[in-house]
C-alpha cells in the first residue's frame, strides 16, 4: 500500500487536529500490526528532503529534489500480508489520515 498525502495541504491541517489524526493513525497501525496484516512500512520525510539520482548517458547523477513535481506525493508505505485483492481495498478503506492510498500487489520471484 502506498499512502499519498497533498504536502502544501497536509501544512495547512492545525496542530491539534494533526495530533489527533497521528494518534488515529498509531492505533489503525498497531490494530493491524497485531493482527498481522501489517509485516512492515514506514512514513517518508516530506518529498522537499529528496535527493534524485538520473542516469544521463549511463552516468549517475545526484541532484537535491524530487524527480517530479506532483500534487500529491507518498507520505509512507505497508507492506500487508492479506490473502486477497479485497481483504486489501477493506484495509485501505480504513485507512484513517486524508490523502489516498494506492494498493499494489509485490511482484513475486519468477514474475516480471
Do not use: C
Not at 498525502?5 to 492505533?27: C, H, I, L, N, T
Not at 497501525?29 to 535527493?51: C, D, K, M, N, V
Not at 534524485?52 to 506525493?73: L, M, S, Y
Request: net charge negative; proline share 6%.
Amino acid at each position: 500500500m502506498l499512502l499519498f498525502v497533498d504536502e502544501v495541504d497536509w501544512e495547512r491541517v492545525p496542530e491539534a487536529e494533526s495530533r489527533v489524526m497521528f494518534e488515529k493513525v498509531g492505533q489503525w497501525w498497531g490494530q493491524h500490526s497485531q493482527a498481522g496484516l501489517i509485516e512492515s512500512g514506514a512514513q517518508l520525510q516530506p518529498a522537499r528532503t529528496a535527493t534524485t539520482v538520473k542516469f544521463n548517458g549511463g552516468k549517475p547523477v545526484a541532484t537535491d529534489g524530487p524527480f517530479i513535481e506532483t500534487k500529491e506525493t507518498i507520505g509512507g508505505f505497508a507492506i500487508v500480508n492479506v490473502p486477497d485483492l479485497d481483504r486489501a481495498l477493506d484495509l485501505a478503506k480504513s485507512w484513517p489520515a486524508q490523502g489516498k492510498v494506492e494498493v499494489r500487489p509485490l511482484v513475486e520471484r519468477g514474475e516480471a
